[in-house]
């Protein structure tokens, strides 16, 4: 709005002369007026444009951030669906072989109903075989069955580790005894994660989900050789890494190597050991020419998981890698037969003080004696965590030499119920095998001492203590059952 000038004279009727006069410069004064009009119009303009062009930035800025909050929101949305699909496929698989399970029961409880209904038949019958050695021995039958997931632990997908739990975990202390057996596996789910392995190596975490639940159901519910020992001997690789460092010293492919030796190294273990394999004739011991039967088994089944693609964690390995990371697992599972105890041990003690991280068959030695020093590590744990372990072993034990009597096969000594007893067991094994194998390590990794042999020289100590206390028993109890004799002839 533009205002009058308050100056501009009034009309007066006193002079022609004074009027004209007064209407030109009237005029002139309404031009002037006019162009000022004009000239804030022009700024009122200018000012208009420049307001909505301000206002247009600042709509346009707003629209981008509202578009940015929509693009996230809708992301968030998407990928909290396709982590639902994810874990809806888990399920279903489950679903499924739950039902193949019970399937599987049923025609097995047939089986073994028609198996003792025709005993008499049983030279001619085709399933005498397996109901004679079923759980003695595999068969790669069986083992195809149980290569699907299945849904026993059906809370693991939802598990959480707490903060003590996971800083427990890279510890020799932890106790492995308190855990079911969903929170085992969202450990060693964890572990993977935790190493760096699938972010380095690509594992699509759904797939390494499947394998261990596809792991898990291929180890049998037996007194020791179960999924507990195979979480045991994981765990204790894993607090090997951390306690040595080991990722300073080994490529990302020698840890993917050492922690899947281990998680794989007892698959479909049947409880009874080489021995019993090989004097048998078993199935697994004529299938691998009596040579290491059982960790050859364990291998084949962990090759066979990974043939599923569904439960294949090196699905984006390029042929090459995946070749590398056969050979390491088979190298070091076969590692664990303790029938070659001597000869790897020899060949570490003979690298050991000249020991070079550069060279292939040192590293590659190194890593079969640590799966083998975390396969036997239960005595490194603390007394409480440890001891249940030798009741679990003697259990086996005792199952296997009561077979072999029954079928007229040798017995080991150390396994005859009537011969063994927990310290005996444990003393000569601790002192003999154990410590030997731990103190050369040791040289490699001095930290080991405290955490690791240390405990190692307690259970010896503590089992020789009970030692003297059982022989003073019997000599007690010896003494007494004479007297009662000679009481008796007295008489
Ligand atoms: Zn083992």
Not at 85 to 111: F, H, Q
């Amino acid at each position: 709005m533009v205002s009058i000038d308050p100056t501009m004279p009034h009309n007066s009727e006193s002079s022609s002369q004074d009027e004209s006069q007064c209407s030109k410069s009237l005029n002139e004064r309404i031009f002037v007026l006019w162009e000022s009009v004009w000239a804030g119009r022009d700024k009122e303009e200018l000012f208009q444009n420049v307001l909505s062009q301000v206002a247009e930035q600042f709509s346009r800025a707003f629209k981008i951030n509202e578009l940015k909050t929509e693009v996230t929101n809708r992301l968030a949305m998407l990928e909290k669906r396709v982590e639902l699909e994810g874990l809806k496929v888990v399920e279903i698989e489950k679903c499924r072989s739950d039902i193949k399970k019970l399937r599987e029961e049923m025609a097995s409880r047939n089986n073994r109903i028609n198996c003792l209904n025709t005993s008499s038949d049983f030279a001619r019958s085709p399933t005498r075989i397996g109901c004679k050695f079923d759980s003695a021995v595999s068969s790669f039958l069986d083992d195809n069955k149980k290569l699907t997931p299945r849904r026993d632990v059906p809370s693991y997908p939802k598990y959480h580790l707490s903060q003590e739990t996971v800083e427990t975990l890279r510890k020799p202390i932890f106790d492995v005894w308190q855990w079911e057996h969903n929170e085992m596996l969202s450990c060693l789910e964890h572990m993977y994660h935790d190493l760096g392995l699938v972010k380095d190596f690509s594992i699509n975490p759904i797939t390494l989900k499947r394998w261990l639940l596809c792991i898990h159901d291929n180890y049998r519910n037996n007194p020791f050789h179960n999924f507990r020992h195979c979480f045991c001997v994981t765990q204790m690789m894993y607090s090997m890494i951390y306690l040595c460092s080991l990722q300073e010293k080994f490529t990302q492919v020698d840890i993917l190597i050492l922690m899947t030796a281990a998680v794989c190294h007892d698959l479909d273990h049947p409880g009874y050991n080489n021995t019993y394999q090989i004097n048998a004739r078993t199935e697994l011991a004529v299938r691998y020419n009596d040579i290491s039967p059982l960790e050859n088994h364990h291998c084949a089944v962990a090759f066979q998981i990974f043939s599923q693609p569904d439960c294949n964690i090196f699905s984006n390995f390029d042929p090459e890698a995946f070749k590398q990371i056969r050979q390491g697992t088979i190298t070091l599972i076969l590692a664990t037969d303790m029938a070659r105890h001597g000869e790897i041990l020899d060949s570490f003690k003979q690298k050991v003080d000249s020991f070079d991280f550069t060279n292939e068959e040192h590293v590659t030695c190194l890593k079969m004696v640590l799966i083998k020093c975390c396969d036997i590590s239960n005595e490194v744990r603390p007394m409480e965590v440890a001891e249940p372990w030798v009741d679990c072993l003697l259990e086996e034990y005792f199952m296997q030499s009561d077979r072999e009597k029954s079928e007229g096969l040798p017995v080991a000594p150390f396994m005859d119920r009537e011969k063994v007893t927990k310290p005996t067991a444990q003393i000569g094994f601790i002192k003999f095998v154990l410590i030997p194998m731990f103190e050369t390590v040791m040289k490699l990794f001095p930290q080991i001492e405290e955490v690791m042999v240390q405990p190692l020289r307690e259970s010896r100590d503590r089992y020789e203590e009970l030692k003297q206390i059982d022989d003073a028993m019997n000599e007690v109890q010896k003494k007494k059952s004479e007297n009662l004799t000679m009481g008796g002839k007295k008489k």
